[in-house]
């Protein structure tokens, strides 16, 4: 498999070879980093044997960091990525052979994401590692979110839709954390670049799925103005009904006012960063109406 999980066509080593290698993968002497390069060599070029040899159980290092990883890669690539993460985050700083094989799967993706923008598989995987608690110690690991919340934010052609609120904040770690590492200016440049190019992709994403939603706020809020707007109108309404409504609304209102900040900086468009105040203005404005009425 590739770093993708996909099969790759490659020669297989000689039997002879594979064998000694699981024999000697339950040698106790054996270190635990090169019972996981060995492993790792195993899963990959001959993972049914493994499977069904006892090298992994009788293997001291059956039940550490790598063993557990070894047997992830053994059941799926998706349950290896799935762990990869939290296994490095709690013993990457003794077992620093997991943390490479952590990094070489962030390159893979900030590789494949750079030439590929529209690849869902990386930008799969990514979204996996990230979820998992990736942090943004490196420029890889920066650029890795930058490209993934990009390619997520092209998917997303549904007004009615939008991202969930993690991917702003991870966006904002990211440029929080991104002038803190050490990088040559053509890397910082490139960075800030990507970090950029995701922030107003989110942000209009986000101003979309507002706007659609704004459509149906504009109306409640002329239908509740109309129908408080005279003496004689607000004796007839059912203010318990409307309180309601113009609950739902401030709070609609105070979503926007508090995330549309939050997104104001992180795009550099000038178009969008209007946009978005207006967006953002105009909220306000409702709310402080609303704020009349509501519960």
């Given at each position: 498999?590739?770093?993708?999980g ?5 020669e297989r ?8 290698s699981r024999l ?7 270190s635990?980093?090169d019972f996981y390069?060995?492993g ?8 049914e044997?493994l499977k ?5 159980d ?6 550490s960091?790598?063993g557990q ?5 053994l ?8 762990n990869?993460v ?11 052979w997991i943390?490479?094989?952590?990094d070489?799967l962030?390159?893979?993706c900030?590789?494949?994401l750079?030439?590929e923008p529209?690849?869902?598989?990386a930008?799969?995987i990514a979204?996996?590692l ?10 890889d690991?920066v650029l890795l979110?930058g ?5 997520i934010a092209?998917t ?12 702003i904040r991870w966006?904002e770690e990211?440029?929080r954390?991104?002038?803190q590492l050490?990088l ?21 994403v ?10 149906q706020?504009e109306m409640?809020v002329?239908?509740?103005?109309a129908r408080m ?5 607000r004796?007839g ?5 409307i ?10 209102c105070?979503?926007?006012?508090r995330?549309?900040a939050?997104?104001?900086i992180?795009t550099d ?5 209007a946009?978005?105040i ?9 709310q402080?109406q ?6």
């Amino acid at each position: 498999e590739d770093a993708f999980g996909d099969e790759v066509d490659h020669e297989r080593p000689p039997h002879e070879i594979l064998h000694a290698s699981r024999l000697l993968l339950a040698d106790p002497t054996l270190s635990e980093e090169d019972f996981y390069d060995l492993g790792s060599f195993l899963a990959r070029a001959d993972s049914e044997a493994l499977k069904h040899s006892r090298s992994l159980d009788v293997s001291p290092h059956r039940k550490s960091p790598s063993g557990q990883l070894i047997a992830h890669k053994l059941e799926d690539f998706g349950r290896f990525v799935e762990n990869l993460v939290p296994l490095s985050n709690r013993y990457g700083a003794s077992h620093p052979w997991i943390t490479d094989e952590l990094d070489a799967l962030v390159r893979a993706c900030v590789g494949m994401l750079v030439r590929e923008p529209d690849s869902a598989g990386a930008a799969g995987i990514a979204l996996n590692l990230v979820s998992k608690g990736l942090d943004c110690a490196n420029l890889d690991r920066v650029l890795l979110r930058g490209l993934m919340l990009r390619t997520i934010a092209m998917t997303f052609d549904d007004p009615e839709s939008r991202p969930t609120e993690d991917s702003i904040r991870w966006l904002e770690e990211a440029r929080r954390l991104m002038p803190q590492l050490d990088l040559v200016d053509e890397q910082r440049e490139f960075a800030q670049m990507i970090l950029e190019s995701a922030g107003t992709l989110l942000s209009i994403v986000y101003l979309q799925s507002y706007l659609h939603e704004g459509e149906q706020v504009e109306m409640m809020v002329h239908q509740i103005n109309a129908r408080m707007s005279t003496f004689v109108n607000r004796l007839g309404a059912n203010r318990e009904a409307i309180g309601g409504v113009a609950s739902v609304i401030t709070k609609w209102c105070g979503d926007v006012d508090r995330l549309f900040a939050r997104l104001v900086i992180l795009t550099d468009d000038a178009d969008v960063k209007a946009d978005l105040i207006k967006t953002r203005n105009r909220a306000r404005e409702i709310q402080i109406q609303m704020n009349r009425y509501a519960r």
